[in-house]
């Protein structure tokens, strides 16, 4: 079965600094992987997607994240963060494998990024 | 915009009482997902359709019930609510290659 675990619940960094947000993952096969951002009292939008094409990603808002089987994560970055960064972030992994094929996503516990001015 | 519609936005009901929240998917998307978000269980998925049938479904209770219309629209039906059952629902379309879409969330508070 499919897991993820988000190392971090909170990560505060200064605006300017880099991101990184890290996010492991468990499959039993080439996993679907995601990163959702959801701002307060917003739904959740989706960053980037990984779906077994290049191993780097790039997203929007300037977020990119590389997908490393050998180390089973999937880490988000930004080179430098702005205020309008704060938010929540959720690492995702699809079910897409055995007879389900369900395509449900599996979701990690969260990240709060916090940047402080 | 993710084109996912849901309403309503926000709903105060009474333990006991039934609500029902609706989901209209993109344009093109023959699932729809529907996940609970609530402080102490984060995002949990509940169940998903495909083109109105039932094609999976997660940590979803026995009070709760969905389907999915000849349209697409989705429908959740909560059932004997109960304090417990106060969070933020959503709904998605899309499909696991792609991502999942989500709506803004229908804000149910049980009192």
């Known amino acids: 079965a499919q897991s993820v675990t988000q190392l971090d619940s909170h990560v505060s960094v200064s605006e300017g600094t880099p991101v990184l947000l890290r996010c492991n993952y468990s499959?039993?096969?080439?996993?679907?992987l995601f990163w959702y951002v959801q701002h307060p009292n917003k739904g959740l939008q989706l960053l980037l997607k990984y779906t077994s094409a290049a191993t780097l990603v790039k997203g929007i808002n300037g977020f990119e994240a590389e997908f490393k089987k050998s180390e089973t994560s999937f880490h988000l970055t930004k080179p430098s963060a702005h205020m309008s960064d704060a938010a929540e972030y959720f690492c995702v992994v699809s079910d897409l494998g055995g007879s389900g094929n369900t395509g449900k996503l599996i979701f990690g516990q969260g990240t709060t990024l916090q940047v402080k001015p | 915009d993710s084109g996912v519609t849901q309403t309503p936005k926000h709903l105060i009901t009474a333990t006991g009482q039934r609500v029902t929240l609706r989901c209209s998917p993109r344009s093109g998307d023959l699932s729809v997902y529907w996940y609970q978000q609530s402080l102490d269980q984060g995002l949990q998925f509940l169940i998903q359709?495909?083109?109105?049938?039932?094609?999976a479904k997660g940590n979803i209770l026995e009070r709760f019930s969905a389907q999915q219309f000849p349209d697409l629209h989705s429908e959740l039906n909560l059932s004997s609510l109960e304090l417990g059952d106060s969070a933020l629902y959503f709904c998605?379309?899309?499909?696991?290659?792609?991502?999942?879409?989500f709506g803004e969330g229908s804000w149910l508070t049980v009192v």
């Open positions: 499959s039993s096969y080439s996993p679907s």
């Open positions: 998605a379309s899309g499909g696991g290659l792609t991502g999942l879409y």
């Open positions: 359709y495909y083109n109105g049938e039932e094609r």
